[in-house]
């Protein structure tokens, strides 16, 4: 049965947030091409930290390395948030600590099986959940835009080889209260984030790595396959991959279990 319509409301988010509603500026669009690009929009207008822009229906969502992001209202909760930091705060582990805080606050909220895998997926037993979407907006030093889409049921429509490897929640979820959720997760995450960098999230990411000392391949347009075993991350949010000569940082990648 389809699931019965549960539209966004920025009265629910704010109630639902409590005292940190003040720190959030919630909008929500009933369609828009992608939450992402027109926050980055607002973001070089000037729009304050804590903007959030929430969409009913993405016309041109998208993942990282220019993947489209498939949704269907209801089935989806996607949004952005802009976040500006202080001077001199460096961006790298940004999408780790941002998947700390999806799978803490998804845990909190009774789901289990889950795991991140570097640098911005978070699985649950083995299938993509959500997926998040970091910009740095152009010429705005210490502001980024942060783009998050989790599946809530998987939509009829999804293609049957993105079916094979997507997953949604298990529990029946109130989109708005989901989303406050979210946002407070992040409040806390990203307060960290600001103040210590990633290494303060170093150990909480690690303890959720899907792929932690197990075989790996590491996968570029650019290099020929690499293939070891992860250990882990670095302070900066590097994977850590060792191989049998030596112990590589990878900093950009797509990551796949090697077959045995």
Avoid at 87 to 102: D, E, I
Avoid at 109 to 116: F, K, N, P, R, V
Wanted: charged share 20%; net charge negative; with cysteine.
């Amino acid at each position: 049965m389809p699931a019965a319509h549960d539209p966004l409301s920025i009265p629910a988010v704010a109630t639902a947030l409590g005292a940190l509603a003040v720190r959030f500026d919630v909008d929500v669009l009933a369609e828009c091409a992608s939450t992402n690009s027109e926050l980055m929009r607002r973001a070089e207008a000037g729009a304050p930290s804590g903007t959030v822009l929430a969409a009913e229906r993405q016309t041109a969502g998208r993942g990282r390395m220019g993947r489209t992001w498939f949704a269907e209202p209801d089935a989806s909760l996607a949004f952005s948030l802009l976040w500006r930091f202080a001077p001199g705060t460096q961006p790298h582990g940004l999408s780790l600590g941002v998947g700390v805080a999806l799978a803490e606050t998804l845990e909190s909220l009774g789901e289990t099986g889950l795991a991140l895998k570097w640098p911005n997926d978070l699985l649950r037993d083995g299938r993509k959940l959500a997926g998040v979407l970091i910009e740095l907006v152009p010429g705005v030093p210490h502001a980024a835009v942060i783009g998050i889409g989790i599946n809530l049921r998987l939509p009829e429509s999804l293609p049957e080889d993105v079916r094979a490897v997507a997953t949604a929640l298990d529990g029946d979820y109130k989109r708005s209260e989901v989303l406050a959720s979210l946002l407070a997760g992040l409040y806390g995450v990203l307060t960290t984030f600001g103040a210590e960098g990633f290494i303060a999230l170093r150990q909480r990411w690690i303890a959720r790595c899907a792929h932690v000392d197990a075989p790996v391949q590491i996968l570029s347009e650019f290099a020929s396959p690499l293939a070891g075993q992860c250990i882990g991350v670095d302070v900066d949010g590097a994977l850590l991959v060792e191989t049998a000569v030596c112990v590589q940082r990878i900093l950009s990648g797509e990551v796949s279990l090697r077959t045995q």
